[in-house]
């Protein structure tokens, strides 16, 4: 995937004032899924022993962006 084809450290950031806020938009929840399902990943791996190096941390760590419905 492109860089662009990520979420940015402020889209998550504003990702994160809107669950404060409740009002989320969507697209929102596939964003919050992929965030879950990527720390619960990392955590296994860590408690695993099995540390990424730092490519494979970053690239991991990526969170793509929510795919538009056709609605």
């Known amino acids: ?10 889209e998550l950031a504003a990702l994160i004032e809107r669950v404060e806020a409740r009002p989320l938009k969507e697209g ?3 964003i919050i899924k992929a965030v879950l399902e990527k720390t619960r990943l990392l955590e296994q791996m860590v408690r695993g ?4 190096s730092k ?4 690239r991991l760590m990526a969170i793509p962006r929510p795919e538009k419905s056709s609605e």
Do not use: T
């Open 55 to 58: 490519r494979k941390l970053k």
């Open 28 to 30: 929102d929840g596939q």
């Open 49 to 52: 022993g099995k540390i990424p």
């Open 1 to 10: 995937m492109k860089r662009e084809d990520y979420l940015s450290l402020e």
